[in-house]
Nanobody
Framework: VQLQASGGGLVQAEGSLRLSCAAS????????MNWYRQAPGKQRELVAG???????KYTDAVKGRFTISRDNAKNTVYLQMNSLKPEDTAVYYC?????????WGQGTQVTVSS
């Protein structure tokens, strides 16, 4: 299983970014996919998740600003991030769980300046 995340960068507060995570080596459409983030000095936290049947969940801090989606034809999960805040600054990781094993992408840095 390989997860390749992209789309991070430097953006001003209130700006937008779209993260992508391309998956390979797995039957993408039958697995739940998640986005996590880890800020400096903090634990990694779940940001958003989307199940195989497109049930979605968000952490409270991003509700109304972030949107997770998936394209099973492209084996890709997305995270659209709007109205970004400095506290959203972190390394963002895509994640999935297969056979009780966690798989992680390499992470993509998101930096929001005030």
């Amino acid at each position: 299983v390989q997860l390749q995340a992209s789309g991070g960068g430097l953006v001003q507060a209130e700006g937008s970014l779209r993260l992508s995570c391309a998956a390979s080596g797995m039957i993408f459409r039958i697995h739940d996919m998640n986005w996590y983030r880890q800020a400096p000095g903090k634990q990694r936290e779940l940001v958003a998740g989307i199940t195989s049947d497109a049930t979605i969940k968000y952490t409270d801090a991003v509700k109304g600003r972030f949107t997770i989606s998936r394209d099973n034809a492209k084996n890709t999960v997305y995270l659209q991030m709007n109205s970004l805040k400095p506290e959203d600054t972190a390394v963002y990781y895509c994640n999935t769980n297969l056979a009780r094993l966690n798989y992680w992408g390499q992470g993509t840095q998101v930096t929001v300046s005030s």
